[in-house]
């Protein structure tokens, strides 16, 4: 890989060293070329130039005037000695002044021609310096004569003897002009000669000139070609890259559509399973099928827990998970987080601690599931890595960042565990980091946890922190911005929809348990029981729900994919079906599609009200669904609390209506003769101690007693049964005595009183040891299903 | 000689001229140094207007001094404008037509007289000037006060020995 960009980048850098350089020798020849031009202007100007240097008269006109002029005077003074001596004086006057004038003409024009002058434009002869020094003696000697010196009148006499010397100046004279015929043309022709010289080397310029910018255009197209080459590249690696990122997001969304169904495939069946195992755990087992099945339990609830983390980071990752607040009551939210991390700390003997400033608020707003997911993660590391001393959750708040905000809410979690060093503390967030590998062997879980609560603290806009000492123990802090809530009462209804707790007031709702400020159940009326289509194409599921809901007092009707659901509903005419169960995944036609096709019958049938079920928890299916037209989504695996909150929230009191149906019991339900009717609870059940007991130790705390009863955690009940079932009086009244201590405390008060006459008379009280068992099994059914009904118990109900 | 009769009817003359009325022009009484003739508007010969070297030295003088390509120095001279002998003779023409002592012609555009101050030079560094040193007149461009001046054309315009103008 590395050698790959050192192998692109050397070309690259080669390339630009080469163009640099070329572009260096490009811009001196250009330097050169200009240069040369610049000289060959100026030499053309030099030239012109010394056209101009040439004076005056031009040289040859001045020679042939001094010519002219020698031949005009030479005649004129013939004339005058031949002429003068016969003119009359005035004639002789005016052809004196005419020679005088011909002669200084001609002496004038001797200075003209002085080599001192001319020799600027051509060279320095011998020849006419002699002709000069010839002329400068004949003009000494005629200077006598016609000279300004000379008397003002010309003596003929004395002019004759000089007609020979200005004669013999005839061929001196023409020689001069020969003379300068010839430099004029020496002259021309060097100048020509110049000329033509600096045409050759404009002409090589030019020419060089026109090369070069050959070679300039070369290179040119030779670039625009790279140019071009390389554009074609870029585009084909863009769309290369383009291919890629399709391919990539097709395989992410293939992957997020695997996750999907797996996550469907797996709750399914753990829907089914932990389900079953529920019906399982209220049938009469012996101690050891129950420890099995309690380890059957813990596992696939562990099980779960994985797969819900796993889901949550998935969730996570892909910004899938939205965040649902609410208003929230913090302290009973505080007090479930407590009645499920209360046991575990007692399973290993630990001290365990909440406390709440009173300064922290009682309502605010948070999505609590998330909060709880966060504090049960926190608490539930704490307990696990603490094996003596004590695990606290300390609630406060401190001062909010601006003072518009409101004062952000303090959660300590503080054990004195095993604690982390530095190196655990630094890799605690980073995920699968299970402290170090010997705590994963150790300890187990998927490591996911701590991520995935920092995650769900960092989207509520805070923050977790950690400190820790090795052997110590250690502190978690999460600070948490929960916008505080100053409700008026009318918001109670809403809190009560979405988180329905069991009614406390066991009477007509008088007055509401302190510890449970939920909902009060509203006084249970005669009602129609709900006709519910469950659609599943699970048959556990199917049967699952089926019992969940019939225990509930509906009648339920089964379809196994969305085209008999659409088939069920469209031809119940008469009473149409209340409620669609609907799952999402399905064969044959899924429950969207099934939904759609039910929304398309005409009324009543396409306003019956359909509920998505599925294992999916992505925002994306929800919102599928609801487009889809589904009114709510019930997510896998089904819990009790949560049906009946949907039920509640669709249907009001009727929907948690727990009256025996009025319809005959299906022939795979067991026998009703136990049911409890209105107004028995009284007569069972000791109203008033319940109630009391409750506001005392919360709904939670009395729930767990009591099912642990009714689930006989101690065998006692189990005891007792099996004594009177052998008819055996030996250990009666003790095992007898355990149950009436117990039965009496919770308020079972029917029940209490047969146990008790069991304790007192044994089996001499008359009746059969049969009729007896027969009467007690009845009894702690009846009370079982009276506190189901009161919501504080599980309803016995079990599968065939 | 300057005569005292010459010198007033040379200021006399003057601004007559510069208004366009015919002024007389008196008569050369030496011999005669500068004949012009052809479109003139003044005349004091038969077809031509005269002058002598006292009646030229009668006008308002003019001198400078500058180079010039037939000596090797500077010098001065010193003379009447052209434009103003022109005036004299109430020239209208578009030409003039310099005419020297060896018959030698040249052309100069009467605009050149009136553009630049061209002088008409009878004292060459103060002294009147023979034929034999390019006298007796010279026509003088002011060579060194302009660049465009110093050309053949110019050169060849300014005709010494000069005798007549011909205004064309």
Redesign the interface.
């Known amino acids: 890989m590395s050698t790959l960009p050192a192998f692109a980048l050397t070309p690259a850098l080669s390339g630009s060293r080469r163009v640099g350089r070329l572009l260096a020798l490009m811009a001196l020849t250009l330097a050169l070329v200009f240069g040369g031009i610049a000289w060959l202007q100026s030499q053309s100007l030099r030239l012109l130039s010394a056209n101009?240097v040439y004076?005056?008269?031009n040289l040859v006109w001045s020679f042939f005037?001094l010519e002219?002029?020698y031949l005009r005077l030479r005649h004129l003074a013939h004339e005058f000695v031949r002429e003068a001596p016969h003119l009359p004086a005035a004639a002789r006057a005016a052809l004196e002044a005419r020679l005088r004038?011909r002669y200084?003409?001609f002496?004038?024009r001797i200075?003209?021609i002085d080599p001192a002058r001319t020799q600027g434009v051509m060279p320095d002869f011998p020849e006419h310096h002699r002709v000069m020094a010839e002329l400068a003696a004949v003009v000494d000697q005629v200077d006598r004569v016609l000279g300004?010196e000379a008397p003002p009148e010309i003596d003929a006499a004395a002019l004759r003897p000089l007609l020979g010397t200005i004669d013999g100046l005839a061929t001196s004279v023409r020689e001069l002009s020969g003379l300068s015929n010839r430099a004029v043309g020496e002259g021309i022709v060097s100048r020509n000669e110049a000329v033509r010289q600096q045409s050759r080397i404009a002409i090589a310029l030019t020419v060089f000139q026109c090369l070069l910018i050959l070679v300039f255009a070369v290179i040119v197209v030779r670039q625009v070609r790279a140019l071009e080459q390389r554009r074609l590249e870029l585009e084909a690696l863009a769309r290369r890259l383009q291919e890629a990122r399709v391919e990539a997001e097709q395989a992410s969304r293939a992957k997020s559509a695997f996750l999907a169904n797996m996550s469907h495939e797996l709750r399914t069946p753990f829907n089914g399973m932990l389900g079953m195992l529920s019906m399982l755990d209220r049938s009469p087992l012996d101690a050891q099928q129950r420890e099995h099945l309690q380890i059957a339990r813990q596992s696939g609830e562990h099980l779960l827990t994985i797969l819900n983390d796993v889901l949550d980071l998935s969730k996570l990752e892909s910004a899938h998970l939205d965040l649902a607040p609410q208003p929230v009551d913090l302290p009973r939210l505080l007090g479930e987080v407590e009645a499920l991390m209360r046991p575990q700390a007692r399973a290993k003997s630990l001290h365990f601690e909440i406390t709440v400033d009173a300064a922290v608020p009682a309502r605010v707003e948070a999505d609590g599931k998330r909060l709880k997911q966060v504090l049960f993660n926190l608490l539930g590391n704490a307990i696990k890595f603490t094996d003596q001393g004590r695990v606290g959750l300390l609630v406060d708040t401190v001062p909010a960042a601006t003072p518009e905000a409101s004062p952000r809410v303090r959660l300590r979690v503080v054990d004195s565990g095993i604690g982390m060093d530095e190196a655990t503390l630094q890799r605690l967030f980073q995920r699968f980091s299970q402290g170090d590998d010997s705590i994963g062997r150790r300890f187990g879980g998927t490591g996911l946890g701590l991520e995935i609560s920092r995650e769900l603290v960092r989207m509520m806009g805070g923050d977790i922190q950690v400190t820790s000492q090795p052997g110590v123990g250690s502190e978690f802090v999460a600070v948490l911005p929960l916008p505080w809530r100053v409700d008026a009462p009318e918001s109670e209804p809403e809190a009560a929809a979405s988180a329905p707790g069991p009614a406390c007031d066991p009477a007509e709702g008088t007055h509401a348990c302190a510890d449970a400020p939920g909902p009060v159940a509203a006084p249970v009326l005669p009602a129609r029981p709900l006709d519910i289509l469950v659609t599943d194409d699970h048959q556990i599921n199917q049967k699952f729900m089926r019992v969940l809901l019939e225990s509930l007092g509906h009648r339920v009707s089964l379809a196994l994919d969305g085209q008999d659901a659409f088939e069920q509903v469209r031809t119940r005419t008469e009473v149409p079906f209340d409620l669609v169960l609907m799952d999402v995944h399905m064969p044959v036609m899924d429950g969207l599609a099934a939904t759609r096709a039910i929304r398309a019958l005409p009324s009543p049938m396409n306003e019956t009200r359909i509920v998505a079920l599925t294992a999916d928890a992505f925002t994306e299916v929800r919102a599928r669904a609801s487009e889809a037209g589904m009114s709510d989504f019930l997510a896998k695996p089904v819990q009790v609390h949560e049906v009946e909150a949907l039920l509640l929230r669709h249907f009001g009191v009727r929907g948690v209506n727990r009256a025996l149906p009025s319809l005959p019991a299906p022939a795979s339900r067991p026998a009703r003769s136990t049911r409890p009717r209105r107004g028995d609870a009284g007569r069972v059940l000791d109203l008033e101690l319940i109630s009391d007991t409750c506001a005392l130790l919360g709904v939670e705390r009395l729930r767990t007693l009591l099912q642990a009863f009714f689930s006989d955690d101690s065998g006692a009940v189990a005891q007792l049964l099996a004594l009177l079932a052998q008819a055996s009086a030996e250990g009666l009244p003790m095992a007898a005595h355990r149950v009436r201590g117990t039965a009496a405390t919770l308020g079972l008060k029917q029940l209490a009183a047969t146990v008790a006459d069991i304790e007192q008379h044994g089996l001499d009280a008359g009746d059969p040891a049969e009729a007896l068992e027969q009467q007690l099994r009845q009894q702690i059914e009846l009370s079982w299903r009276m506190c189901a009904r009161m919501g504080w118990a599980t309803p016995p109900d079990a599968p065939a | 000689m300057i005569t005292r009769r010459h010198l007033l009817a040379a200021s006399a003359l003057l601004p007559l001229a510069a208004r366009g009325t015919p002024p007389e022009l008196v008569r050369p009484r030496g011999r005669v140094v500068l004949t012009i003739s052809g479109r003139i508007g003044v005349r004091n010969a038969a077809d031509a207007a005269q002058f002598d070297m006292d009646m030229l030295a009668a006008m308002r003088q003019h001198s400078f001094s500058t180079h010039t390509p037939w000596y090797p120095q500077a010098h001065k001279f010193t003379g009447p404008l052209l434009r103003e002998v022109l005036d004299a003779v109430g020239a209208h023409g578009r030409t003039l037509r310099a005419i020297a002592l060896n018959d030698y012609t040249v052309e100069l555009p009467v605009e050149d007289a009136t553009r630049y101050p061209v002088v008409l030079a009878r004292l060459f560094d103060d002294r009147p000037m023979s034929v034999r040193e390019k006298g007796p007149l010279f026509i003088i461009y002011p060579f060194d006060s302009d660049e465009a001046l110093r050309s053949e054309r110019y050169y060849s315009r300014s005709a010494w020995q000069l005798k007549a103008i011909d205004v064309v």
Request: proline share 7%.
């Open positions: 101009v004076q005056g008269d005037q002219t002029e004038e200084d003409i002496v004038s200075g003209l300004p």
